[in-house]
């Protein structure tokens, strides 16, 4: 085993709980043990995808402890809590009904079925997740051409992103002002309908809506890659940009997020080129020499290293290793290989180096925010490619 491979699957196992809640049997990954104990929806998918090269049984487990905090309706939410309660000062600004929920009321990004098919196989075979389907289409399809609606800025799992500074102003993430997002959103129960028809924003996100038609394709549904395209994509700028409801603006502020359809197979190829040659490969924007920064470097808000102290401000620069990962997956689709091959060691460069932290600084490399951060495994899918590509 490679010196990376030794190192990942060090931190997976270090990073694995089990036990039982209320008679349910439960096997996940903790995002990171010191910092982030519970399980989180995408963090665990992204975790189940790199197990199955360790021990594959895990990442079925991972899977399925998912599907069983799912509840009757098919929602599934961003944090579950399955073996320990939320602390007192979390509840301010955790979605959570109380301090009793099982989970949280939001969604993350919906990739299960995607990782279902990289990492254990049809999920067609599992009618749990359809029903997981059905509800993200009943609640969250709000214009029925397929595309979700978010409602908090950390649906997205991009929670500080400069891009939804103005959308939620002085409520949004990690300002003093997200506990009234919280709240506010909690007494509507996190009924986007209910949110948008009280004139409060709702967003229709690139990435989310990546990973949600990565799932589909998954199960043999549709692609909404058109949807996508249609309704997102801004041809004079080259970026695939959000809109928000009521109102229709869209935040016009290029960050990883706008590249994110790269990792879809059905992308448009022209467009596809455009994303990678005009903005990806510039130097001045996100081949830094750890790419990719999460948010471009000519924009005005880019804070390369900014996180520390409980205000941390996410994804405002930083390189973090699944959008390294989703991107290069269009390099390598696009024919992209020597690039490809250049983001890959970069990245399992400063991971053997720093350790699997939760993300980097992209001009000098050092780590940053969490230890033992789970989902910088994905360094290895990039760096020892295997399987579904
Ligand atoms: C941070 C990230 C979010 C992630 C969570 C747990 O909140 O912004 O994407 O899911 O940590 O790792």
């Known amino acids: 085993m490679t010196e990376l491979a030794e190192l990942c699957r060090r931190v997976l196992a270090a990073s694995h709980a089990e036990g039982e809640r209320r008679g349910v049997r439960y096997s996940y990954t903790r995002p990171s043990p010191s ?69 949280t009321g939001t969604i ?5 079925a995607w990782a279902w098919r990289i990492a254990i196989g049809d999920p067609a075979a599992e009618p749990r997740i359809a029903r ?46 997200f506990p009234l997002l919280v709240a506010r ?82 992308l448009p190829e022209d467009i596809g080129r455009r994303l990678v040659e005009e903005h990806l490969l510039d130097p001045r924007r996100y081949w830094l020499p750890l790419p990719p920064c999460s948010v471009s470097a000519e924009e005005p808000t880019f804070e390369p290293n900014l996180g520390r102290g409980w205000k941390r401000r996410y994804w405002r620069g930083p390189t973090w290793v699944n959008a390294a990962w989703m991107l290069w997956l269009g390099l390598r689709r696009l024919g ?15 991971v053997v180096r720093q350790g699997l932290r939760e993300y980097y600084d992209p001009l000098t490399g050092e780590g940053l925010g969490a230890i033992d951060f789970a989902w910088t495994s994905l360094a290895l899918e990039m760096a020892e490619p295997e399987g579904y590509l």
């Open 108 to 112: 993350q990004p919906p990739l299960l």
């Open 336 to 350: 992209y290989a020597a690039e490809a091959e250049r983001l890959a060691s970069r990245i399992a460069e400063a």
């Open 185 to 266: 959103n909690r007494r509507l129960a996190w009924d986007a309908r209910r949110i948008r028809d009280r004139g409060w924003p709702v967003l229709c996100e690139v990435m989310t809506n990546v990973l949600w038609c990565l799932a589909r394709r998954a199960a043999g549904e549709p692609s909404i890659t058109p949807a996508i395209v249609e309704r997102l994509w801004d041809e004079p700028r080259g970026l695939f940009l959000d809109e928000v409801q009521p109102g229709g603006e869209r935040p016009d502020v290029s960050t990883w997020a706008a590249l994110s359809p790269l990792a879809l197979p059905d």
């Open 35 to 103: 910092r982030y104990p519970w399980q989180w929806y995408w963090d665990s998918c992204f975790a189940a995808i790199v197990w199955r090269r360790f021990e594959p049984r895990r990442s079925r487990e991972e899977l399925e402890t998912l599907l069983a905090a799912m509840r009757e309706d098919g929602f599934i939410g961003h944090v579950v809590f399955w073996d320990r309660p939320l602390t007192l000062q979390r509840l301010l600004y955790y979605n959570v009904a109380s301090r009793t929920a099982e989970m």
């Open 132 to 177: 997981h389907h059905e509800w993200l289409r009943a609640n969250r399809d709000l214009e029925g051409d397929g595309l979700l609606w978010l409602v908090q800025p950390d649906e997205s799992g991009l929670d500080s992103s400069p891009k939804f500074d103005r959308v939620w102003g002085r409520l949004r993430h990690a300002s003093y002002g």
